[in-house]
């Protein structure tokens, strides 16, 4: 009884507080959280909360004695705050235009909110166990460290996954390795074969027409003959094509021919001299950074760097997403870092006007989705060192071509896709009308910005050092939809895109028929394949600069002989559902209006004008699908401000202008990264001179 009288007073004594910050103050309201806080506190600065949630309750309980009246803005005191469960914020928690609601850091305090546990040096004593220490390299065996996590509590090691899941470990900013072979680059998979049945599978999968196979494919090196077991090894790599990673779990060895056996859910026509690494073998723990956990018996094998005593290491724990905006309005998050875990960081679901802006994500599956809404954004926040993609926003009607306005702007995207190294690029776009800018995004293996739906603007972002493992990929990538209409990519600067063996690199990769882009004031630097048209109708190739590029503009006519495209196949199924004689998608796409009465197979309609080829390698495409005029080619510098250094900015006295009178400035030193108010960090290194 005692108790709740204790928080009833506490309660009264919040909302007076709040009715005096408001009102006779003449000023917002102003929350405070701190570590050393109570929740049963009243929420000023000198008696702060100690949780996220409460004050957020505060909040509600001022709305309850009547509406915010002005904005509130809740003050996170620096410190670690650990987070097992999501901070939840739904409807009722929403501000208005007039008084939104924000919840940032305090100050230059660093606020971290941090899904995992500490796991104590002291916790760590060297491996004991003979039959562990027979299977370790002579060379650490004294050296690698074990703690039994099931004594300090921790049971739940997530699943894991043939390419992510479970269980990750970090120390001062960096990822700790899952035991693998080799320790660098790939193992090479070659001479795959069929060697038997797996009859249970096989029993299964008659009834289909199928066959439960077992494929064997050799290796090279000593390291798989030392191992002791199989269970639990994954096999991740490029198993078929160069653009899809996928991850097996071996069933057998023949140690003597050093064949690797796959069962029957590997696919069937598993390709020679293929690329892949061994994952979580203890055998292999033989590097600092190193661990391995047996499972079943919770103990974690870990061999750690010299300095191990000198920073915590953290176990992600949290599976669900750290911070969740379900349907709210005209919230702000700002200026936290969140790291460690192993699901999302924040989630936005519908609502409009909120934002997400300022804070640094790391350490966690993926960074942002916006799933909806209207008016929501990302800003200004560093992403990084994620499992799978960065950013994905997905808003807008496309029956309706009602835009969402969603945004990822100013952001810094890099070393994304660890784990799920394909079709998990630093920003996705799906939907009708969202925008993505001022973005930095670089070392990944796959995409950079994937992109489906109409009317998305991606312009401004600076993208290097993508695909860096795949072939017959893109920088930025869309395909395989004729509805695809009004997507407009301008005034990016992408450059140093490497180039691996088959199919290549693209930059702006207009895959399998995808239509009606304009790539307007590009600037592409050492890339291979720049503006990609495969198969498309109605794209715009303008204004670009072209710098040493192997094959500035491509064009092709794989419509014109690929089944896919054939009549009443996969590609029309959009144009029944999308209605496109009628409004609004006739009066929007009246090219797309007519499609069906033309020939939708062929390329028509792309124009490739006014752009500039410098020391590039540059072929005119077919010009019987394609307009191509007034394109100026050079092997002289054209007039850049600084070429060395890479300012690509054309001085006022470029020859260009004469060349192509109707050529537009691009305002190369508008691309990119710009500091202001809710940048993470400042000034931040591109990671290229």
């Known amino acids: ?43 000023t600065e000198e ?3 100690r949780s996220l949630e409460g ?42 235009k007039e008084s939104p609601v924000t919840y940032r850091a305090y100050g230059k305090e660093t606020v971290r909110l941090v899904g995992g ?6 916790w760590f004593e060297p491996v004991k166990d003979p039959g562990v220490l027979r299977r ?36 001062n900013g960096k990822r700790m390795q899952l035991a693998r072979w080799p ?6 998979a070659r001479s795959a074969k069929a060697v038997g049945l797996d009859e249970d599978a096989a029993a299964r999968l008659a009834k289909q027409g199928k066959l439960g196979k077992i494929l064997a494919f050799k290796y090279s090196g000593d390291s798989p003959n030392l191992w002791g077991t199989l269970e639990a090894v994954w096999l991740r790599g490029y198993w078929q094509q160069e653009y899809q990673y996928d991850g097996w779990n071996p069933v057998g060895f023949d140690r003597e021919r050093r064949e690797i056996l796959l069962g029957w859910r590997a696919p069937p026509h598993l390709q020679t001299w293929r690329r892949f ?33 000198k920073g915590p290491l953290l176990a992600s724990m949290l599976q669900e997403a750290m911070v969740s905006l379900d349907n709210t309005s005209y919230i702000t998050i700002r200026g936290l870092t969140l790291e460690v875990m192993r699901g999302l960081a924040i989630v936005v679901g519908a609502g409009q006007h909120n934002r997400i802006a300022g804070c640094v994500i790391r350490h966690a599956s993926q960074g942002v989705i916006l799933a909806g809404g209207k008016e929501n954004g990302v800003v200004g926040c560093d992403i990084y060192d994620l499992d799978a993609m960065g950013i994905r926003m997905s808003g807008g009607d496309r029956k309706t071509l009602a835009p969402a306005g969603l945004c990822a702007i100013n952001n810094h995207i890099h070393h994304y896709a660890r784990c799920l190294k394909t079709w998990y690029p630093g920003v996705k776009i799906q939907g009708v009308g969202n925008r993505v800018a001022h973005n930095l995004i670089h070392d990944a293996p796959h995409q950079a910005i994937g992109y489906d739906g109409n009317d998305h603007l991606i312009e401004l972002n600076e993208i290097h050092d993508v695909v860096l493992e795949s072939s017959d990929a893109g920088v930025l990538y869309t395909g395989r939809d004729w509805t695809f209409r009004g997507n407009v990519v301008r005034y990016n600067f992408i450059h140093h895109i490497p180039f691996r063996p088959g199919f290549g690199s693209k930059v702006v990769y207009l895959d399998d028929c995808a239509s009606s882009t304009e790539i307007f004031g590009n600037v592409f630097y050492e890339t291979r394949e720049s503006a990609f048209i495969g198969g498309g109708r109605d794209n715009i190739v303008q204004n670009n600069i072209f710098i040493e590029c192997e094959q500035p503009v491509h064009l092709d006519t794989r419509g014109l002989t690929w089944d896919h495209f054939r009549p009443g196949g996969p590609m029309y199924e959009p144009l029944k559902r999308f209605r496109i004689k009628q409004p609004p ?27 500039v080829s410098y020391r590039s390698s540059w072929h005119d495409p077919d010009r019987k699908y394609i307009k191509v005029a007034d394109n100026f080619i050079t092997d002289e510098d054209p007039g850049f401000v600084d070429a060395a250094k890479m300012n690509f900015q054309l001085k006022d006295d470029s020859i260009v202008y004469r060349k192509i009178p109707v050529f537009k400035k691009i305002r190369f030193d508008k691309i990119g990264l710009y500091q202001d108010e809710f940048r993470a960090t400042w000034p931040v290194s591109k990671g290229r001179p």
């Open 1 to 43: 009884m005692l108790a709740k009288q204790v928080t009833l007073t506490a309660a009264i004594a919040f909302v007076v507080f709040l009715q005096v910050s408001a009102v006779d103050m003449g000023r917002g309201v102003e929350l405070y959280v701190a570590t050393n806080g109570s929740d049963a506190n009243a929420g």
């Open 47 to 49: 008696s702060p909360f």
């Open 55 to 96: 004050a957020r309750d505060a909040i509600r309980r001022l709305k309850e004695a009547g509406s915010l009246k002005e904005p509130v803005t809740v003050w996170i005191r620096g410190g670690l705050y650990h987070r097992t469960h999501t901070f939840q914020l739904t409807q009722e928690d929403s501000g208005t």
């Open 117 to 122: 546990e500490e796991l104590p040096a002291s």
């Open 136 to 171: 370790l390299e002579k060379g650490v065996r004294g050296k690698v460290l074990q703690v039994n996590l099931r004594e300090h509590g921790i049971t739940d090691y997530g699943e894991l996954g043939s390419l992510a899941g479970g269980l990750k470990l970090f120390r």
């Open 183 to 188: 320790n660098e680059g790939w193992a090479l």
């Open 277 to 309: 690494f061994a994952v979580n073998v203890l055998e292999e723990v033989d590097q600092p950074g190193e661990w391995y956990l047996d499972r079943k018996k919770g103990i974690l094998y870990f061999l750690p760097p010299e300095d191990f005593r």
């Open 585 to 611: 998608w006739s009066m929007r796409y009246p090219k797309l209006a007519r499609i069906l009465e033309e020939h939708p197979q062929a390329p028509l309609g792309n124009v490739v004008v006014n752009n």
